[in-house]
């Protein structure tokens, strides 16, 4: 089958590599018919994430359908259209019963692969789903394939970072980075109901989405209006970047009392702020990996109730084989680009 395989920073290529099959019993083998490239794919592609086996197959967004099965698969058959989160997990042990399904101990990121231990990744036309009956959802036929597949991922995310930043009715909130998972936030905010969101970028089309989707877009370049805005503060901030920069733009937009939560993968070793300002501020801070395979279900409903334009973060649909000139785009901004779907 055709892969998109890591082979080092900035280079990804397209190759034909064996199909996997079933392996263990609770396995499934799902052909692709929808992947994406995630913003946390750019940390491995930029190098600022290693670890990673050379050849490994990227990616941990998509949809398709069940071609295989192993023995103790009872909930999927062959031919039935199934959406993934980017982790596996068992749903059974107390982790998974905490709602924390990022943490299962049996749970794998898919597109990981280190020492010759993980599970490689989705951008390819097959991907083998071990812990399949517990990790697969069933994608609704009726929506939109590319707004389900963000279900997987991003839109999991920023519902995620609204519940931990405790987002509420009436709340003031400020999301910092307006890519796919800032946009999402700014959704999962309104959803919750926040009386207000402003939706922090420096990149115009990424702000003139927040926009569309209903949050109040402030370039930060734009001295004045940042300073107004951290005079007043937030209750809450979304920090969906995941650099030390971020995260002391958002500490300052946080009144006392507030929650700064962070759904950006943060690779630095020291945290921006100091806990004597930590003290000051009465901060909470909640930081993590979205347990997408709980909030999957959850993500769907908000999909079909079609409020919003969720597909609109994608700026780009191209066929697998130019993965490696998708990478680029979106690593680099090309051509407005804001998300791409990889077609197999
Ligand atoms: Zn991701
Ligand atoms: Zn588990």
């Not at 999927?76 to 101990?105: E, H, I, K, N, Y």
């Not at 999402?184 to 089309?205: F, H, I, N, Q, S």
């Not at 958002?250 to 004597?276: I, M, N, Q, S």
Request: proline letters at 6%.
């Amino acid at each position: 089958m055709r892969a998109l395989t890591f082979h080092g920073p900035g280079d990804v290529r397209c190759e034909v590599v064996a199909d996997p099959g079933v392996r263990d019993p609770g396995d499934a083998v799902v052909q692709v018919e929808l992947a994406a490239i995630c913003g946390s794919d750019l940390h491995v592609y930029r190098g600022h994430e290693v670890g990673l086996d050379a050849g490994t197959v990227l990616g941990h967004e998509f949809l398709g359908r069940v071609v295989a099965v192993g023995d103790d698969v009872g909930r999927l058959r062959p031919g039935d259209a199934v959406v993934g989160p980017f982790t596996t997990s068992c749903g059974a042990c107390a982790t998974c019963r905490s709602g924390l399904t990022c943490r299962c101990p049996r749970g794998e990121l898919l597109g990981w692969v280190q020492q010759g231990r993980g599970l490689h990744g989705a951008q390819a036309d097959h991907v083998r789903v071990p812990l399949a009956d517990a990790t697969l959802v069933a994608a609704p036929p009726d929506l939109d394939p590319a707004e389900v597949l963000l279900c997987g991922d991003v839109l999991a995310t920023g519902m995620f970072c609204a519940e931990a930043a405790d987002v509420r009715p009436g709340a003031e909130v400020a999301v910092v980075g307006c890519g796919p998972v800032g946009l999402m936030g700014v959704v999962a905010a309104r959803e919750r109901g926040a009386a207000r969101v402003w939706a922090l970028d420096a990149v115009p089309e990424r702000l003139a989405l927040a926009e569309r989707l209903g949050a109040r877009p402030l370039d930060v370049a734009d001295d004045v209006a940042l300073g107004r805005l951290r005079a007043d503060g937030v209750d809450g901030v979304l920090e969906a970047v995941g650099s030390p920069a971020a995260t002391r733009l958002a500490f300052d937009l946080v009144r006392p009392g507030g929650t700064l939560a962070a759904c950006g993968v943060h690779t630095e070793a020291h945290f921006a702020f100091a806990p004597g300002e930590a003290y000051d501020r009465n901060l909470t801070y909640r930081a993590g990996r979205c347990p997408a395979r709980r909030l999957l279900e959850p993500a769907l409903e908000l999909v079909r109730a079609g409020r919003y334009d969720l597909a609109a973060v994608f700026s780009h649909r191209l066929p697998l084989d130019e993965g490696p000139r998708a990478y680029e785009l979106f690593d680099r901004k090309l051509e407005g680009c804001t998300k791409v779907l990889l077609v197999p």
